[in-house]
């Protein structure tokens, strides 16, 4: 029979005897019986333990990222044309380099909700996505 084995049926016996007939065992046998039993389920409460760990850190995790994916799903909306918005902000600013931003950039993009727009998508693409998960 293995060590397994052996410790597997110590454990068992001292599970199954009351404390009246452990006791009436001689010192050595009552004292392996119980060392089996005890070594046994500790092994099992830390494989228990452990699990519970690995599945709190797993559900923190996908709380978290789903956490982040909400938050920067509702401030990201998707600008069509980014090139040419791109284009009528460098050409707005050649045409009037003197003037501000509200007067010359603004009315070129289509507001400045475009802008704002813009910078949300980037930060839900970009690496701030990934660094806030």
Same mark, same amino acid.
């Given at each position: 029979?293995? /060590?397994?084995?052996?410790?597997?049926?110590?454990?068992?016996?001292? !599970?199954?005897?009351?404390?009246?007939?452990?006791?009436?065992?001689?010192? !050595?046998?009552?004292?392996?019986?119980?060392?089996?039993?005890?070594?046994?389920?500790?092994?099992?409460?830390?494989?228990? %333990?452990?699990?519970?760990?690995?599945?709190?850190?797993?559900?923190? $995790?996908?709380?978290?990222?789903?956490?982040?994916?909400?938050?920067?799903?509702?401030?990201?909306?998707?600008?069509?044309?980014?090139?040419?918005?791109?284009?009528?902000?460098?050409?707005? *600013?050649? !045409?009037?380099?003197? $003037?501000?931003?509200?007067?010359?950039?603004? /009315? !070129?993009?289509?507001?400045?909700?475009?802008?704002?727009? %813009?910078?949300?998508?980037?930060?839900?693409?970009?690496?701030?996505?990934?660094? *806030?998960?």
């Amino acid at each position: 029979m293995s /060590p397994r084995g052996v410790l597997a049926g110590w454990r068992q016996q001292a !599970a199954v005897e009351s404390r009246s007939h452990l006791r009436r065992h001689p010192r !050595a046998l009552r004292l392996s019986l119980l060392a089996a039993m005890l070594h046994s389920r500790e092994r099992e409460i830390t494989d228990v %333990l452990v699990d519970l760990l690995i599945g709190t850190v797993h559900r923190i $995790g996908a709380r978290a990222e789903k956490k982040v994916t909400q938050g920067l799903i509702g401030e990201f909306k998707r600008v069509a044309g980014k090139e040419n918005v791109l284009f009528r902000v460098a050409e707005a *600013s050649v !045409a009037r380099p003197d $003037g501000r931003v509200k007067e010359v950039i603004f /009315p !070129a993009v289509g507001g400045e909700g475009t802008l704002r727009d %813009l910078i949300g998508e980037y930060k839900f693409s970009g690496p701030t996505y990934r660094r *806030s998960v």
